[in-house]
């Protein structure tokens, strides 16, 4: 198509005198025409170049955008792990609350039966010790029998600390009768 384009306008300015106003356009659209062809031949040459520049510029831009996207996602994780140990102290706080408040149950509720206290059993034991260290001073036996009555006493302490016991449990509540009194 070139080719016929070229050779018909040889023949024109060889074989006619025409206006200059048409040597004129066709001079121009030559030169349109030819510009195009550049243009055309220059973009296929860049078109790698641009493609690559485009290319480096998506990459820059998908490093920013993840780096930004860890950012929130940092903050959203740091922000879950204080809500949670916030709720898990509240909670633990919660489950001492309940605790005590059974507690103060259950012992209402041996109260009420009859069944001494720990203070109880400890007021009772220092009181036995007492009256023990009483009965020790009032009676002149030998240093020998007192090394003696305490070796048994040892091995019976566990039957010795229940037979105090049972007299607290069924001294207890008249105690506990005359404290509320």
Request: hydrophobic residues 45%; glycine residues 6%.
């Amino acid at each position: 198509m070139v080719k016929k384009i070229q050779k018909t306008a040889a023949a024109d300015t060889a074989g006619t005198t025409a206006s200059p106003l048409a040597g004129a356009i066709k001079e121009s659209a030559q030169q349109i025409w030819l510009a195009g062809l550049g243009a055309f031949s220059k973009a296929q040459a860049e078109g790698g170049k641009a493609f690559e520049t485009l290319v480096k510029e998506g990459l820059s831009i998908q490093r920013k955008t993840q780096a930004v996207a860890e950012e929130r996602l940092t903050e959203a994780t740091q922000r879950m792990s204080s809500m949670a140990n916030d709720i898990g102290s509240k909670a633990a706080g919660q489950w001492d609350k309940l605790e005590n408040i059974f507690e103060d149950r259950v012992a209402k509720a041996l109260g009420k039966l009859g069944v001494p206290s720990a203070r109880d059993i400890e007021m009772l034991m220092e009181r036995i010790d007492e009256l023990n260290h009483q009965v020790q001073k009032l009676s002149p036996k030998a240093p020998a029998k007192k090394a003696a009555a305490k070796a048994p006493a040892k091995a019976a302490g566990k039957t010795a600390a229940k037979a105090p016991v049972k007299a607290a449990a069924k001294k207890a509540p008249a105690r506990k009768t005359t404290k509320a009194a």
